[in-house]
């Protein structure tokens, strides 16, 4: 993990930040898939309430040339400024960025709904703490390729640490035991 791209973001009036982001993260993801890669990190270094308009990707230089060559952007690449391979700086921080999920949602509550699991005049007690206890963690919502469905990614980021913890990356570029350069 000693080199990154950068991605820029470039909305426009026809295309907002928010859903240039949530379409390059999908082409991402499909990319990622495609490459069967395990070893691509993400990041968003420019991250404050919301994710912002950064994106770094962070791997090794054949990783990362096998990305950029698969031109995984299409056409959103009019929408994106990508920086060439860089190395990482030689000071920086360490963190994990990883997805987080609520153990509350409406679907499982309707799962629990149809297995019996939990009564009807339990309902209300049920919604009640799945309000309060929902995320507030920045997230990109995705678009499924196979049924369409949209759903959203929370992401989580961890502490900063001195040194890197090395560890494989889903399809999403998050990792719940690796860390990213941080810089």
């Known amino acids: 993990m000693d080199y990154f791209i950068d991605v820029q973001l470039l909305p426009d009036a026809e295309m907002r930040e928010n859903v240039l982001l949530n379409m390059v993260y999908t082409k991402f993801h499909k990319a990622l898939f495609d490459l069967n890669s395990s070893s691509i990190g993400i990041s968003f270094p420019k991250y404050q309430l919301k994710l912002g308009n950064l994106i770094r990707f962070h791997g090794s230089s054949s990783d990362l040339e096998a990305l950029q060559q698969s031109n995984w952007l299409g056409a959103l690449s009019g929408y994106?400024?990508?920086s060439s391979i860089s190395k990482i700086p030689e000071q920086v921080q360490?963190?994990?960025?990883?997805r987080i999920q609520s153990n509350m949602t409406q679907s499982k509550l309707n799962r629990l709904l149809k297995r019996g699991s939990i009564k009807p005049e339990q309902v209300r007690e049920y919604k009640a703490k799945l309000f309060t206890k929902g995320l507030d963690n920045?997230?990109?919502?995705?678009q499924s390729a196979s049924n369409g469905n949209k759903h959203r990614r929370y992401i989580q980021f961890g502490e900063l640490k001195s040194e890197p913890t090395s560890g494989e990356f889903d399809f999403f570029g998050l990792s719940k035991s690796a860390t990213i350069p941080w810089f």
């Open 138 to 142: 920045p997230y990109v919502e995705l």
């Open 94 to 98: 360490y963190r994990k960025v990883s």
């Open 80 to 82: 994106c400024r990508i």
